[in-house]
């Protein structure tokens, strides 16, 4: 149980253009999901927390109308990566939290703008 | 500002060692820690969480412990196995506000 998945692992944009990532928690309901991103041999960074049915929270030097978050639904959470540039590359994580406080992460997504 | 810390940053034993991964944090007051493990190129699994009330967690061959007036946890593995090979992350959420601050990671490697 507690399975999060992502789409689409991985994906290669050009500069300037917008791409969304999926998350979804499939057989669990998950209020709050979060978005995190990693640079290479480095820790996650935490981007921002998403409620359903609210507005996201970002955290400090996260730009929001860079990073549209929007979640929609108890099972879905999506990251919109506007006006992409090659410094978004990056390996974008998000997570859900279960009934347990445990947080379930997805496979994660590799962005690489060109 | 919570700061969490991992040593080493990195560690290679050979298969069957027992091991021992340190993780410490500034801020004692925690709601819970979790251990994960990433593999490369991927998300990551949850391997145990200790609540702040709790003083271990043991799952096979893995027990974590927790000291939260000092700040420090410790991930053993027992036996260790080429497939236990990854980057270990400790992570800890402040009471109240369900973020994870997470720690700078232990790559390691079990050679056969």
């Known amino acids: 149980g507690a399975v999060v998945s992502q789409h689409p692992s991985r994906v290669i944009c050009k500069s300037g253009t917008s791409v969304k990532i999926e998350c979804r928690s499939l057989d669990f309901q998950a209020t709050t999901m979060f978005w995190y991103r990693q640079f290479p041999k480095q820790s996650l960074m935490l981007m921002a927390t998403s409620n359903e049915g609210s507005k996201a929270t970002y955290e400090q030097g996260v730009e929001k109308d860079k990073f549209l978050i929007n979640h929609a639904s108890l099972t879905l959470s999506t990251l919109t990566v506007t006006s992409a540039h090659p410094e978004d590359s990056s390996f974008y994580i998000c997570?859900?939290?279960?009934?347990?406080?445990?947080?379930?992460f997805g496979p994660g997504t590799r962005l690489t703008v060109t | 500002k919570q700061e969490v810390t991992q040593i080493p940053a990195a560690l290679s034993v050979p298969e069957g060692e027992n091991l021992v991964l340190n993780c410490s944090f500034t801020d004692s007051a925690i709601y819970n820690l979790q251990w994960f493990r990433q593999d490369p190129g991927k998300g990551l699994t949850s391997l145990l969480l200790?609540?702040?009330?709790?003083r271990e967690q043991t799952s096979g061959r893995l027990n974590a412990s927790l000291d939260k007036s000092s700040g420090r946890s410790t991930l053993y593995i027992a036996a260790s196995q080429p497939g236990d090979s990854a980057t270990y992350l400790c992570a800890v959420e402040k009471s109240g506000f369900q973020k994870l601050v997470f720690g700078t990671g232990t790559r390691l490697l079990v050679s056969p």
């Open positions: 200790i609540q702040s009330s709790q």
């Open positions: 997570s859900a939290r279960g009934g347990r406080h445990e947080q379930y």
